[in-house]
């Protein structure tokens, strides 16, 4: 796995490497805490009454710095093993993370044109030079994707890594597990693929697996298909050796003890997530079916949202501009490429009759 140069030959050992670690350095469990300094739970009625006794005495100690039972159980669902995942606080940390990890100042990154903005803006704030490949319109009036040009422009810049969101925010298209493997193959072998799948379980609702892939990093989110968007977490898959370099960097308690625990719950409840999705799934064709019914253009999702394409960014920002006056909010995203979409979350208040009309030029 390629990493930045200054992380290569050299081993960071983290300071702070929880009570999960310790207890199994010493071989027992720890029944008494008073190494940490760590504050008795606060006296707060109205905090007791917000979180209850459970979650305030919980928010009064210092979580798993690793989130070990988060890894376990994103393994198990992914059919990985523990030591190819890692947790941190969402995935747009882990997009921070993996740049981080991979990327030195003055690198080249390549990324699609109107695709996920948090991408550039933290390779950026990294340092490293942005590489834009144009938007592919399918016949049928899709836009995804150039997967060939992403490749050749790896190649022709000598990029140390190349980001795909798959499926794509914001056109919701989305490549198959077959497509992902031969583009991987089709880059320079050095070159790390982060390969975004906040979306994944909306498009493959009962085959949501990653397997794990030579210098890729396949990235996850409780956010959508978990609904703990609030909550910040979200893991990445990757070969062994990138998450335990990766683990020397991350930040130690980014992820907080409610956090994961919220999270250990939602992993573990797969009916409800399965019955989310599908719900989820539906509104989204009802929603598809509503704006056709209206004549507008729907680009196919396969993500939980579904973006109208109008004839220009000014005739998008027209339709948003009267949304915002009746206080609903939808997305038109600011890049040149996509800024004449505008991205409707399937939601049932997305449905509402007044507001499906006001999308109609």
């Known amino acids: 796995m390629r990493f930045a140069r200054h992380l290569q030959e ?87 993370l993996s740049l981080r990890l991979c990327c030195n100042v003055g690198d080249t990154v390549i990324t699609s044109a109107g695709s996920y903005p948090t991408f550039r803006y933290f390779a950026e704030g990294c340092g490293q030079r942005v590489v834009e490949v144009s938007l592919q319109s399918g016949t049928d009036g899709a836009l995804q994707a150039d997967l060939g040009a992403l490749a050749f422009n790896a190649h022709q810049y000598k990029a140390s890594l190349v980001y795909l969101a798959n499926p794509d925010n914001p056109t919701g298209h989305y490549h198959s597990q077959t497509e992902i493997e031969r583009f991987r193959q089709s880059l320079p072998a050095d070159c790390v693929l982060l390969l975004d799948e906040a979306y994944l379980e909306f498009a493959e609702p009962r085959h949501a697996a990653s397997p794990v892939m030579d210098n890729t990093l396949r990235l996850r989110t409780l956010s959508k298909a978990y609904a703990l968007a609030g909550l910040r977490v979200g893991y ?24 994961q625990q919220a999270a250990i719950l939602a992993l573990q409840a797969r009916e409800a997530a399965e019955s989310l999705l599908s719900t989820t799934i539906s509104l989204r064709e009802k929603l598809r079916d509503a704006l056709l019914a209206r004549r507008l253009r729907v680009l196919d999702s396969h993500t939980n949202f579904v973006s109208i394409p109008y004839p220009d960014s000014q005739a998008a920002e027209q339709v948003q501009r009267r949304l915002f006056a009746m206080g609903v909010a939808v997305h038109r995203p600011a890049h040149p490429a996509t800024s004449h979409l505008i991205r409707i979350t399937a939601h049932p208040a997305a449905l509402d009759e007044a507001i499906l009309d006001m999308l109609i030029l």
């Open 10 to 96: 050299h081993s960071i050992h983290n300071p702070f490497p929880g009570i999960v670690r310790l207890e199994q350095k010493i071989g027992r469990d720890i029944i008494t805490r008073i190494g940490s300094n760590e504050s008795q739970p606060l006296p707060s009625p109205a905090l007791t009454t917000f979180l209850g006794e459970t979650a305030v005495t919980m928010a009064s100690l210092y979580p798993d710095p690793y989130a070990h039972d988060i890894r376990r159980l994103a393994a198990a669902i992914n059919l990985v093993d523990e030591s190819e995942v890692i947790v941190d606080s969402g995935a747009d940390s882990l997009i921070l």
């Open 236 to 259: 990445a898959i990757a070969p062994a050796e990138a998450i335990a370099k990766a683990d020397e960097i991350r930040p130690q308690f980014a992820v907080s003890s409610l956090a």
